[in-house]
């Protein structure tokens, strides 16, 4: 017992020595100011999108995760019919872009994006900006899908960012997920002038999911490693994500709409 009281006291003093000790080394080796982590690490700055590039706008290419057509913003979830039906809170969460990705092909060797939110609430303090507002694209690798880059939305609405630099030549398939707890009026693909793009083909009837908030993407770092958009990869189908952050209840008039859409199969 005598040693286990003595472990735990020099733990504690070993605790309250590195408390107050660590920060004075910073604040020294720093001049006493604070520093941001982008100074230090330069990985962590966001990159630029070039100038010069050729803008597409998502909504001409291949749309995956929209179940309905009549919706108010096109990348909204629930039509805007559904206003008068369901809740205020299934109606607000229905105007995050959780779950919808858009798929192209295209020759070019570097990858840029522009997205105009709607929210000015870019993180929460237990989810990243990368999950809440961000994009993540992936690039098809024979049978399997491989993380490229994501997009950090650094300011509100309009965000801009350099995705990535494609490592491979030739014409290679992509897709772009959107954010998961933020929505977005706009998404616009900008490629080098000299580089074709294209729709990607479409791959038929969706998988629909219905949920609450680890369904919608909470708190995923990024928007592709939401559940179903890990799913929809690894099966390579088109998923539809009706994850309702706390509020996945079941209600008659949700159901109603859920049913009005043309899936392979239904998750529950």
């Not at 108010?72 to 369901?86: C, M, N, S, W």
């Not at 479409?202 to 993407?217: C, K, N």
Request: glycine content about 10%; overall charge positive.
């Amino acid at each position: 017992m005598n040693n286990i009281r003595i472990n735990i006291l020099f733990l504690a003093i070993l605790f309250i020595t590195a408390y107050n000790i660590f920060p004075q080394i910073t604040e020294q080796s720093n001049g006493g100011k604070a520093v941001k982590i982008e100074e230090i690490d330069t990985a962590m700055k966001g990159v630029k999108a070039q100038d010069g590039l050729k803008w597409t706008d998502c909504a001409g290419l291949t749309i995956e995760g929209r179940g309905f057509t009549d919706t108010e913003i096109f990348y909204d979830r629930f039509p805007l019919r559904a206003r008068e039906t369901v809740d205020n809170n299934v109606w607000n969460l229905s105007r995050h872009s959780a779950g919808m990705a858009v798929r192209f092909i295209t020759t070019a060797r570097s990858i840029s994006a522009r997205w105009k939110l709607r929210n000015n609430s870019l993180a929460m303090p237990h989810m990243p900006a990368t999950g809440v507002s961000g994009l993540d694209l992936y690039i098809k690798s024979g049978t399997q899908w491989r993380w490229m880059g994501s997009g950090r939305p650094l300011k509100f609405p309009l965000c801009e960012a350099e995705l990535a630099k494609i490592p491979v030549s030739g014409e290679n398939e992509f897709i772009l997920y959107l954010p998961l707890y933020n929505g977005v009026e706009q998404v616009e693909i900008g490629v080098p002038a000299d580089a074709d793009i294209r729709p990607a083909s479409a791959r038929g009837r969706p998988v629909v999911f219905y949920g609450t908030s680890i369904l919608q993407g909470g708190c995923a770092s990024r928007p592709g490693m939401a559940f179903p958009a890990m799913l929809g990869r690894r099966l390579d189908l088109p998923v539809i994500n009706l994850g309702f952050s706390g509020n996945g209840r079941m209600q008659p008039e949700v159901i109603s709409l859920i049913a009005e859409i043309d899936a392979s199969a239904f998750v529950l």
